[in-house]
């Protein structure tokens, strides 16, 4: 995990972060499920998956500056590139669906709730 983290380079912060909040954000609606979190839920999930969405694209952008730099016999260097940018995707993903799981958590307590009271 430690080595994914260093290959996603600086925009692995910024996922983490987010991630982070996601999920205390996904735990917060599990325990506590109200309406009231949805928005945050969604709101923080959008930032945590544009996070890693713009550490992908930075990461490509510098693959793809220096590319032109090597021979034509060495563009394969590209590849690499690619691999080393989708970290950030990848754990953008992982705090997605961990928040969805709390998610889907807090939604069937709720719904649970609602059915006993009725």
Avoid at 69 to 92: C, K, M, T, W
Wanted: glycine share 12%; proline share 3%; hydrophobic share 55%.
């Amino acid at each position: 995990m430690s080595e994914a983290f260093r290959l996603g380079g600086w925009g692995m912060y910024p996922t983490l972060i987010c991630g982070l909040m996601l999920v205390g954000a996904g735990i917060l609606y599990a325990v506590k499920p109200q309406r009231r979190f949805v928005p945050l839920l969604f709101a923080v999930g959008t930032m945590t998956f544009i996070s890693g969405l713009l550490g992908f694209t930075t990461g490509m952008i510098r693959t793809l500056l220096y590319v032109g730099q090597v021979g034509p016999d060495e563009r394969y260097l590209a590849l690499i590139g690619l691999a080393e940018s989708l970290h950030n995707v990848a754990f953008a993903l992982v705090f997605v669906m961990l928040a969805a799981i709390a998610a889907g958590i807090g939604t069937a307590r709720s719904a649970r709730s609602r059915a006993a009271a009725a």
